[in-house]
T-cell receptor, first 116, second 116 residues
Framework: AQTVTQSQPEMSVQEAETVTLSCTYD???????LFWYKQPPSRQMILVIR??????QNATENRFSVNFQKAAKSFSLKISDSQLGDAAMYFC?????????????FGAGTILRVKS | DTEVTQTPKHLVMGMTNKKSLKCEQH?????MYWYKQKAKKPPELMFV???????INESVPSRFSPECPNSSLLNLHLHALQPEDSALYLC???????????????FGPGTRLTVL
C-alpha cells in the first residue's frame, strides 16, 4: 500500500518570504499523480497544484511550484512571496493511475502560519 | 467560487434524530465522493459513486446511508449517530473514476456535524 509522509506538522513564514513544505511518498508504481491541497480555517479543500509522475518538468501555478524528485519519491511545495491568505493546512496526496476508485492517499498535513 | 456546494453548513443533531446532508455539483462530473474529516486530520474516504451507482463503501457503519438521485446530486442520510461521528463531512467530485489527470477531485466546503 502506498503511504504519504509530511514530516513538518507546522511551519511558519514571514509575509513576502518563501517557504517549502516537504512531502515524501512510498510506492512501487511508476504511473501515478501527486497533489497539494490547501484547507484554510474556512474548511474548503482547494487544489493548489498537481503533478503527473511521467512528466519530468515540475508543475507551477503562479506563486506555487513543486520540486518533484521521482527517484527520491519526494514532492515538496514551494510558496513564493507568501501572503496572509496562504495560511492553511496543506495536504500532500498520492493517487495511483492504475488502481480502481480514484482514491487519494493523504499525508498527515502541515499547518502553515504566515506572520505579518 | 466552489463548484461543489454542500448544505447545510452546520448541523447539530441528537442521537435519535434522522437528518440528511446534501451535495451538488454542476461540472458534469460522473463520480462523487463522501469523506469524513476530524480536526487537524486528513479526510477519510467513506463512499464513492460512479454514474449514480455505489462503487466503493469503505466499511462505513450502516447508520450512514448514501444516495445518488442523479448525476449532480449526492446525499448522505444520517440516523442514530454517535457523538464520535461529529466531524466535518466533505463531498468531492471528479470527471470519472478512470484515473487520468482529468479525474482530479474537487471538494465542497463541507458540513460541520455535531452529534449530541
Amino acid at each position: 500500500a502506498q503511504t504519504v509522509t509530511q514530516s513538518q506538522p507546522e511551519m511558519s513564514v514571514q509575509e513576502a518570504e518563501t517557504v517549502t513544505l516537504s512531502c515524501t511518498y512510498d510506492t512501487s508504481e511508476s504511473d501515478y499523480y501527486l497533489f497539494w491541497y490547501k484547507q484554510p480555517p474556512s474548511r474548503q479543500m482547494i487544489l493548489v497544484i498537481r503533478q503527473e509522475a511521467y512528466k519530468q518538468q515540475n508543475a507551477t501555478e503562479n506563486r506555487f511550484s513543486v520540486n518533484f524528485q521521482k527517484a527520491a519519491k519526494s514532492f515538496s511545495l514551494k510558496i513564493s512571496d507568501s501572503q496572509l491568505g496562504d495560511a492553511a493546512m496543506y495536504f500532500c496526496a498520492y493517487r495511483s493511475a492504475r488502481e480502481y476508485g480514484n482514491k487519494l492517499v493523504f499525508g498527515a498535513g502541515t499547518i502553515l502560519r504566515v506572520k505579518s | 467560487d466552489t463548484e461543489v456546494t454542500q448544505t447545510p453548513k452546520h448541523l447539530v443533531m441528537g442521537m435519535t434524530n434522522k437528518k440528511s446532508l446534501k451535495c451538488e455539483q454542476h461540472m458534469g462530473h460522473r463520480a462523487m465522493y463522501w469523506y469524513k474529516q476530524k480536526a487537524k486530520k486528513p479526510p477519510e474516504l467513506m463512499f464513492v459513486y460512479s454514474y449514480e451507482k455505489l462503487s466503493i463503501n469503505e466499511s462505513v457503519p450502516s447508520r450512514f446511508s448514501p444516495e445518488c438521485p442523479n448525476s449532480s446530486l449526492l446525499n448522505l442520510h444520517l440516523h442514530a449517530l454517535q457523538p464520535e461521528d461529529s466531524a466535518l463531512y466533505l463531498c468531492a467530485s471528479s470527471q470519472t473514476l478512470a484515473g487520468g489527470i482529468v479525474d482530479t477531485q474537487y471538494f465542497g466546503p463541507g458540513t460541520r456535524l455535531t452529534v449530541l
